[in-house]
T-cell receptor, first 112, second 110 residues
Framework: GAGVSQSPSNKVTEKGKDVELRCDPI?????LYWYRQSLGQGLEFLIY????????KSGLPSDRFSAERTGGSVSTLTIQRTQQEDSAVYLC??????????FGPGTRLTVT | GESVGLHLPTLSVQEGDNSIINCAYS??????FIWYKQESGKGPQFIID?????DKRQGQRVTVLLNKTVKHLSLQIAATQPGDSAVYFC?????????FGTGTSLTVIP
């Protein structure tokens, strides 16, 4: 079956521009996570959605970052006024029971 | 705060040998742990998990050991193959969040 998909796979943007990253989770998965992975680093938790509950936004690094999940399915991560330190791979994962996560291939964001 | 650390950033093994990748965690309340494999340019792939009420779990060619006394987790890969070359992450679950280590890069020498 289809796994988690993310788009775009690569994004190059100028400093100060806004970007939107998209995640399509596995159908039926109620939990969705966003992570950020800098070069040679582990995964940094950003935000977690579970069903219709209020999202856990505790990992968002600044108010320039926001995410939404429409209809309990597709999620969009938005970064406003991008900075060079935002350059990283942004990974999305979904799970059915909030334990075993299935990751997408990630979006590589480069801010010039 | 949470911290999950790995003892070695790189590991090289001969093909056919067994590999052991270690991980330390700090939150004694964590009740679930996962090992992931990440190949270049791809997202992490689930390998094996273990709950805190267990100390050992086996999969296909992989075994995870959990020592709660010293807060240590290890991943053993039997008969390591070239396709096992990747970065391996451990992660612990605390509340809604998963906390990941920085990863160990495993290189299999043919």
């Amino acid at each position: 079956g289809a796994g988690v998909s993310q788009s775009p796979s690569n994004k190059v943007t100028e400093k100060g521009k806004d970007v939107e990253l998209r995640c399509d989770p596995i159908s039926g998965h109620t939990a969705l996570y966003w992570y950020r992975q800098s070069l040679g680093q582990g995964l940094e938790f950003l935000i977690y959605f579970q069903g219709n509950s209020a999202p856990d936004k505790s990992g968002l690094p600044s108010d320039r970052f926001s995410a939404e999940r429409t209809g309990g399915s597709v999620s969009t991560l938005t970064i406003q006024r991008t900075q060079q330190e935002d350059s990283a791979v942004y990974l999305c994962a979904s799970s059915l029971i909030s334990y075993e996560q299935y990751f997408g291939p990630g979006t590589r964001l480069t801010v010039t | 705060g949470e911290s999950v650390g790995l003892h070695l950033p790189t590991l090289s093994v001969q093909e056919g040998d067994n590999s052991i990748i270690n991980c330390a965690y700090s939150n004694s309340a964590s009740d679930y742990f996962i090992w992931y494999k990440q190949e270049s340019g791809k997202g992490p792939q689930f390998i094996i998990d273990i709950r805190s009420n267990m100390d050992k779990r086996q999969g296909q060619r992989v075994t995870v050991l959990l020592n709660k006394t010293v807060k240590h987790l290890s991943l053993q890969i039997a008969a390591t193959q070239p396709g096992d070359s990747a970065v391996y992450f451990c992660a612990e679950k605390g509340g809604n969040q998963f906390y990941f280590g920085t990863g160990t890069s495993l290189t299999v020498i043919p």
